[in-house]
């Protein structure tokens, strides 16, 4: 050891025992740290004198004089003396050095009460004093006063006595003492421990508590350093994990007992000491957790198989995660973060060595597991198995894992990911080439176990990658694994489509062999493969969510594909159930009720859930505006062609089940179109007149029980379908069993009981191909007629329409209006002004004599005795087309708002063998303005076309008249009359055709 780090001991322990009474036990002290350390004795005495330099005997002084007088002190021995002037009341201090052997000795001078500070040192003071040294009993002797004791003594001078206060202290002056160095206090602590355990016995665990003498000696060596008392414990943790075992071995809960007390310090100080005493300890700490983690590189640390590894290596590195983990390493790295390099930086923390030490070794077993799978490159199917397994592993096992290594600030999950990301994207690549290049896709059985391989590939890296994200592990190579599944996305489609179509014709029948199924099933509305049918689908989807596409392009290809293979498997199920349903005779109404419902079941389940099935509301916002949009297209026409193909089944096997039904059905149609006496005849038993609300009600009722019937077996939309078919077969033997040549009263009464069924059906009209033929019959044959007539008035004020589909149409131009008169009449005055645009005849071949004719319709209501037509002017120059007459008729107020009345105003060439009809046209009466005045040329001027007098007759109103005029005498006046406007209106045709061909000749000519 040093000599100064020797002296500085000693110097420690005096300064601990400064009283002299005590200076024995500080000797003491001292020769045990000469023992300790193994000092010899010559070198002890003379380092012993140089360390008592740091204590001091101080002498202090002070007296009370008159204002005029002084005290002048003498300090003195055999060796030198010295002198001052005290002054009174003032506090005086006196180095003695580093013993007493010293006398005193006061007397009274006079300096006219001034403060003197002179001490007078020559060879006549000496001599002076040593001549007073004779009077004894005038000086007083240091070595008798005792320490830090306050004396008064008494000075005569000249018969006055003076009292002056004395007090004999030691100091001690531990500047003075050289600093301790790091080693020296290292080895201080080493070689008390190493001594203190050699003196226990060899059976006996050295405990690590030092003697009193030696712990009195460290403490004292702390206090006078100005160290921290921390700086024990940290020397002495280190002195223990480099620990010599053949010395004495130690208790093991020794070094946590020094963890636990160093953790109760806190440091808020640089110290030099302390800091190159964490160093140190650093640098053992280090050493003794890379020995610790030699034992256990045979370690598997990934992939994680359990938690027993983990355990049993955090058990053993607990003594070193506990010296890692105390606040001294954090306390002062944050206050020596800006000092030199030789002190203690954030690289010393262990803790930062250990982390790394422990990363080394995941990156090591992480290479180690990348090499076994190289090794089994060639056998690629092995390699993914191994890769899934290494996935179950991981995400299984991770936790323990992840909480060894989360203590040391490390992301297990990243760094093992990272590590073998490179490499795994190269095997996932090569074992996809590879299936791809063995495959034959014409193969049903290699396609179904190739989209099973590569699938459940997929799902592995899939759930390695979710597992990576959640994890908050973003950057790796991972994450584009769907790009290299890109191609494989059609394959997998297809080999669903064959798997579910063979599933699809393997399900159960209609029928099973077990007859108390049978009895069972006849109950049910549902088939009994529909629950696996649905099933299948169900499966689909499963696989499609299992997959969780995050890609445009692949989200499109399969969620299209998947629909497609939806409404596939529906419309196959769909001709399965009707092919079985028609395949056998007996109990035919069961097994088609069955089949129809399956089939509705089965389209609705697609069409309601195929959202679901694909996750729509998820996959959607992946996908761009068009993408969507395309899907979208394709969904609605892929479902509706499904949906129509499969109606078109539903309405074949309801027109099936409709003919079990026929019988009812037919009753109910010749209840309907029987008259009223036969069908009083047919209830005469009631021995009552039945009314026809009476009639109707139990025609309703007959057909709801149909109708109820039909319900309790279909579901909602093919029971609709079957509404329809029902209402056309009974229309149908309605049509069958309808009698002609009745009374409209006798289609009136059909009309209102179809109209009824209708609405019990919520049938629109538009479905009925009978209800409007019944609406017409059902009409009087007056009614027919007004009817007739309203619309040919219809057409005449339709004048730019019918003008442009009849070109060359002549008009005619008229003032109409009305006015009441006193009694129940109407005045109607109509103003003939002129015909237009009628066509030019040459006057050398032909000439017209044109009049104009009015009168009302119809004749019925306007008989022509009371209402007689009237007549214009004949018109014999070809170039006048005028008239301008006004005609007066008077008719009843009733006739004049009846529908249907209107004015007839026709044109003819007259003839002197039979007039020609050039047109006609029709004016509503009931819409003729009102006439302000008499005259009814103020009214504007109206162009009516004129109409031919067929222009009408194939509307059904005359249809059903010129049916009717088989029995019915208005109605053959009426077709009797037009018949005859018909035949007049021949000539016009054939002058209209000679003055085209007088055109054409004279064009050529």
């Known amino acids: 050891m040093r000599d100064e ?63 005029n007088q002084n005290l002048v002190i003498s300090i003195f021995n055999e060796k030198s003396s010295r002198q001052q002037t005290i002054n009174s009341g003032e506090h005086y201090k006196f180095d003695l050095g580093v013993n007493t052997n010293y006398k005193i000795k006061f007397s009274v001078t006079k300096f006219n009460g001034e403060n003197r500070k002179a001490v007078v040192r020559s060879s ?83 405990n690590g508590e030092l003697c009193d003498k030696s712990q009195f000696i460290l403490d004292a060596l702390v206090e006078v350093q100005g160290l921290p008392h921390i700086t024990i414990p940290v020397t002495s943790l280190s002195v223990f994990l480099v620990w010599d075992n053949s010395i004495r071995s130690f208790d093991e809960t020794l070094i946590s007992q020094l963890t636990n007390e160093i953790r109760g310090f806190n440091v808020s100080s640089k110290c ?105 490159a060639s056998d690629l199917k092995q390699a993914c198995l191994n890769i899934h397994a290494m996935s179950d592993f991981l995400q299984h096992n991770y936790q323990s894992a992840n909480l060894f290594y989360h203590q040391f600030f490390i992301n297990y999950i990243e760094i093992s990911l990272e590590t073998i990301d490179e490499q795994l994207e190269e095997v996932s690549k090569a074992f996809i080439n590879k299936q791809l290049e063995c495959l034959n896709s014409r193969s049903s059985q290699e396609l179904e176990l190739f989209s099973k391989c590569t699938m459940r590939f997929y ?87 299992t997959l969780a596409f995050h890609l445009p392009q692949n989200i499109h290809t399969a969620t299209i594909s998947l629909i497609n293979i939806f409404c596939e498997n529906t419309h196959s199920y769909a001709r399965k159930l009707f092919t079985e349903s028609l395949s056998k005779d007996e109990k035919i109404e069961h097994r088609v009720v069955r089949a129809i419902n399956g089939i509705e079941q089965a389209t609705d389940y697609i069409s309601e859930r195929w959202k679901i099935f694909v ?7 992946k996908l761009s505006i068009d993408e969507s949009e395309s899907i979208m297209k394709f969904v609605e026409t892929a479902l509706s062609s499904t949906k129509s193909r499969c109606n078109q089944l539903m309405s074949s096997l309801v027109k099936r089940y409709m003919k079990i039904l026929k019988d009812g059905i037919v009753r109910i149609a010749r209840l309907i179109t029987l008259d009223s006496a036969e069908y009083m005849k047919a209830f005469k038993s009631y021995r009552r007149d039945i009314s026809p609300l009476e009639r109707l009600n139990s025609i309703i009722d007959s057909f709801d029980c149909i109708i109820d019937k039909v319900r309790a077996q279909l579901l909602p939309r093919s029971f609709s379908i079957a509404l329809g078919i029902l209402f056309e077969d009974l229309e149908r033997e309605i049509e ?31 479905k009925s191909k009978l209800i409007n033929t019944l609406h017409y019959r059902s009409f009087s044959t007056q009614e027919l007629i007004l009817s007739y007539f309203s619309h040919l008035c219809d057409l005449a004020n339709d004048d730019q329409q019918y003008q442009n589909a009849n070109k060359n149409c002549p008009f005619i131009q008229v003032q109409t209006g009305y006015l009441r008169t006193c009694s129940s009449n109407m005045l109607i005055l109509v103003n003939v002004r002129e015909i237009i645009n009628l066509p030019v005849l040459n006057p050398l071949y032909d000439r017209m004599d044109l009049y104009v004719k009015l009168e009302f319709f119809p004749r019925v209501i306007f008989p022509e005795a009371s209402f007689p037509p009237q007549k214009t002017k004949i018109l014999s120059s070809y170039k006048d087309r005028t008239w301008n007459q006004t005609f007066q008729f008077l008719i009843p107020e009733n006739n004049f708002y009846m529908y249907g009345v209107s004015l007839c105003i026709s044109v ?12 006609r046209t029709f004016v509503s009466v009931s819409r003729l303005p009102l006439l302000q005045t008499t005259s009814v040329q103020s009214n504007d001027i109206v162009s009516y076309a004129l109409l031919r007098p067929t222009i009408g007759h194939s509307h059904p109103f005359f249809q059903m008249l010129k049916d009717r005029g088989k029995y019915d005498d208005a109605a053959k006046k009426f077709l009797s009359r037009e018949h005859t406007a018909r035949e007049m209106y021949v000539k016009i045709k054939r002058l209209s055709s000679k003055i085209a061909m007088k055109k054409k000749v004279f064009q050529l000519k």
């Open 5 to 67: 780090a020797y002296t500085s001991i000693l110097s420690s322990i005096l300064i601990s025992w400064t009283d002299d009474r005590q200076r024995q036990r500080a000797f003491e002290y001292t020769d045990h740290a000469r023992k300790q350390l193994s000092i010899p004795k010559p070198k002890h005495d003379v380092l012993f004198q140089e360390a008592s330099k740091c204590h001091i005997y101080v002498l202090e002084v002070m007296t009370q004089l008159p204002t």
């Open 124 to 206: 006549s003071l000496i001599k002076r004093v040593m001549l007073l040294d004779r009077k004894e009993e005038d000086t007083i002797n240091l070595n008798n006063l005792q320490l830090n004791v306050t004396e008064k003594r008494c000075v005569e001078h000249k018969n006055h006595c003076y009292f002056t206060e004395l007090k004999l202290t030691k100091e001690s002056r531990p500047q003075l003492i050289k600093p301790l160095q790091f080693s020296d206090f290292l080895e201080i602590i080493q070689t008390f421990h190493e001594k203190e355990a050699m003196s226990k016995g060899f059976c006996e665990e050295y």
């Open 272 to 376: 030099s000491v302390l800091e190159k005493a964490l160093i140190y300890l650093s640098e053992c700490v280090q050493a003794e957790m890379s020995e610790m983690l030699d034992r256990f590189r045979h370690l598997t640390l990934f992939p994680p198989s359990g938690h027993h590894s983990f355990k049993q290596l955090n058990s053993s590195l607990k003594t070193v995660i506990d010296i890692c983990v105390l606040p001294i390493w954090d306390a002062m790295i944050r206050t020596n973060e800006s000092i030199d390099t030789d002190v203690l930086q954030p690289s010393s923390d262990p803790s930062n060595h250990l982390a790394s030490a422990l990363k080394k070794m995941l990156i090591d077993n992480c290479l180690e597991w990348i090499d076994e799978l190289k090794d089994e």
């Open 459 to 545: 799902e592995t890296l899939a759930s390695i990658s979710t597992f990576a994200r959640q994890n908050n592990v973003l950057s790796l190579r991972l994450h584009n694994y769907e790009l290299w599944f890109a191609s494989l996305t059609v394959y997998w489609t297809f080999s669903w489509r064959q798997l579910s179509t063979k599933m699809v014709e393997r399900t159960i029948s209609l029928e099973d062999d077990d007859c108390e199924l049978n009895k069972s099933e006849q109950k049910r509305p549902l088939p009994s493969g529909i629950y696996s049918f649905l099933c299948i689908q169900k499966g689909l989807s499963d696989d499609y969510t």
């Open 615 to 621: 996750r729509w509301e998820v996959q959607q916002p």
């Open 736 to 766: 069958k069993h309808l009698k002609s040549c009745q009374p409209p009263e006798y289609y009136r009464n059909i009309y209102i009981s179809i109209k009824a069924i209708m609405d019990l059906l919520e049938l629109p009209i538009n």
């Open 908 to 919: 003819f060439d007259h003839s002197r063998l039979c007039d020609q009809l050039l047109g």
